[in-house]
């Protein structure tokens, strides 16, 4: 099994930063991916930002320029930084790891609130 901890959410005013953080913990091979996805209310899961074992990335259009994802493979964990936010950047973000133990399998964290008050 795998746990995925996030950490680093909170209200901030438009302009604002914010660094998410997700540690992956448990028994596996090794995490091909990570990244971050979010839920605004009343809309669908969307990737913001993913990141692969080798260091390429990926990301919404909606974040270019604004949102940095990097990872720490020793440590197991991804982080956001999430420079000049908008109102629009409210939403619940979600961790997400794809793991390999005997076969992949993606695990999700349990959410942490982003609220941007404008």
């Known amino acids: 099994q795998v746990q995925l901890v996030e950490s680093g959410g909170g209200l901030v005013q438009a302009g604002g930063s914010l660094r998410l953080s997700c540690a992956a913990s448990?028994?596996?091979?090794?995490?091909?991916?990570m990244g971050w996805y979010r839920q605004g209310p009343g809309k669908q899961r969307e990737l913001v930002a993913g990141?692969?074992?080798?260091?390429?990335?990926d990301y919404a259009e909606s974040v270019k320029g604004r949102f940095t994802i990097s990872r720490d493979n020793a440590k197991n964990t991804v982080i956001l930084q999430m420079n000049s936010l908008k109102p629009e950047d409210t939403a619940v973000y979600y961790c997400?790891?794809?793991?390999?133990?005997?076969?992949?399998?993606?695990?999700w964290g349990q959410g942490t609130q982003v609220t941007v008050s404008s």
């Open positions: 448990g028994t596996f091979s090794r995490i091909n991916s």
């Open positions: 997400n790891a794809v793991v390999f133990m005997i076969v992949t399998r993606g695990y």
């Open positions: 990141i692969t074992s080798g260091g390429s990335t």
